[in-house]
């Protein structure tokens, strides 16, 4: 099952995505959020019960970021490819990368707040004070209040890499800021999502009507588990509305590509569906 947060007339509502159709869901005082549904004991049931007989062409609404109140945060150097590139953007710091890649405990950090996370066909952002910027495909986990993994979507964990590059201690801004982030379209109950080694994530960006990167990496190259990120992500943590967990990257772009104002990015995972977003800058 995948579950969708959209806007029609003004109003969000929250729906079953089948197809190319949403069916709305009959929200009440006790589940009135995608958020809550995330968070009932059983959500495919929780959501079945809910279903009404209407049904609405997803084209005909606004589909948004299906996040409500919590928080998004990312994990970093889990693909050898994260890990080389990393490296090699900072070579004052490259046995720390090599260190994190390594260790038992993984590089974990707050990554967004759900006003800086965009949905689909919203923008992302680029730095002004930054001139090496990239977009990061990854599979994203979603978690509930209680420290269970339930779903799926896909994030866009946007990145300046030059910042980051400059100092460790930088990543916080290099990572954290307005419009840092997007998911979407949907999130794919975890029982529906594809099995592990079946998953590709693919990132195409377009400028000016032409492709101008094309990338793809198979999820089976992660070499951490989503149960070790989440064990280390909720040790000693609460998270009383649920979090995201953007799981890394293995799609980066070479040293000479950077971002700039008006490229489209495109970010594909087979079992939930593609996120897009225009670049944006100042």
Not at 188 to 205: N, Y
Request: aromatic share 6%; proline share 6%.
């Amino acid at each position: 099952m995948k579950l969708i947060k959209y806007n029609l007339d003004g109003i969000n509502s929250v729906g079953i995505l089948e197809e190319q159709r949403i069916i709305p869901l009959n929200l009440n005082k006790y589940i009135s959020s995608l958020q809550d549904i995330i968070n009932s004991k059983i959500p495919v049931d929780t959501a079945t019960s809910m279903r009404t007989n209407e049904s609405i062409n997803a084209n005909s609404v606004d589909i948004l970021a299906p996040i409500d109140h919590q928080e998004v945060w990312a994990a970093g150097v889990t693909y050898k490819r994260s890990q080389t590139a990393r490296m090699k953007e900072s070579i004052s710091s490259a046995s720390c990368y090599d260190l994190v890649y390594k260790a038992d405990r993984p590089e974990l950090f707050l990554k967004a707040t759900p006003n800086r996370v965009s949905g689909p066909g919203q923008p992302v952002r680029i730095r002004i004070d930054s001139r090496w910027n990239v977009p990061e495909a990854e599979l994203t986990c979603v978690i509930n209040n209680r420290g269970k993994l339930v779903g799926y979507t896909i994030g866009n964990d946007m990145s300046s890499r030059d910042i980051e590059g400059e100092n460790p201690l930088y990543l916080p801004q290099a990572k954290v800021y307005k419009q840092c982030a997007s998911l979407g379209p949907c999130i794919t109950l975890a029982d529906a999502l594809p099995p592990r080694d079946k998953i590709e994530i693919t990132l195409k960006i377009e400028r000016e009507g032409v492709l101008v990167f094309d990338g793809a990496t198979k999820l089976a190259q992660l070499t951490r588990s989503f149960e070790s990120l989440l064990e280390y992500l909720i040790r000693e943590q609460d998270f009383p509305n649920g979090v995201f967990l953007m799981t890394g990257t293995g799609i980066i772009p070479n040293n000479d590509f950077t971002l700039v104002t008006g490229d489209m990015v495109h970010i594909s995972i087979n079992g939930i569906g593609s996120l897009t977003n225009p670049v944006v800058q100042g």
